[in-house]
């Protein structure tokens, strides 16, 4: 699966994030991100699921972790190969595409409520 990741530093709450969140995904289905015993969970971190209109689907993982006086947000878009899209269909698959919209889309609501929004990776 392919993704990328833009990471960002706010000094929006967490709950805030939240709500900006929510607001921006729509109808997506928004579900805990699982950890192994390996990894260090974030302070917050969810996959955002949206299906296409046509088929196919668009998925991001946002994870949040508390700085103290900021928030550091990663956006990481997912999605198939051109490939792997190819052989198991657009409606089996995740698109690539979509999810760098979508991740956008997140972004830019990030961008509307904090003004002090910065893009650090």
């Not at 996959?47 to 668009?58: P, R």
């Not at 993982?61 to 269909?89: C, P």
Request: no cysteine; hydrophobic share 40%.
């Amino acid at each position: 699966m392919k993704q990328e990741e833009a990471v960002y530093r706010s000094r929006l709450d967490v709950g805030s994030i939240k709500q900006v969140l929510r607001g921006a995904v729509g109808n997506a289905e928004i579900s805990p991100v699982e950890y192994d015993a390996l990894d260090e969970p974030a302070d917050l971190a969810v996959l955002v699921e949206k299906n296409g209109l046509i088929g196919g689907a668009s998925a991001v993982q946002v994870h949040v972790n508390d700085e103290g006086d900021h928030r550091v947000i990663g956006i990481i878009a997912l999605g198939d190969s051109g490939f792997a899209r190819a052989w198991g269909g657009a409606r089996n698959t995740v698109s690539f595409g979509g999810s760098k919209k979508l991740a956008a889309t997140i972004a830019d609501a990030f961008r509307q409520r904090d003004s002090a929004l910065q893009q650090v990776g």
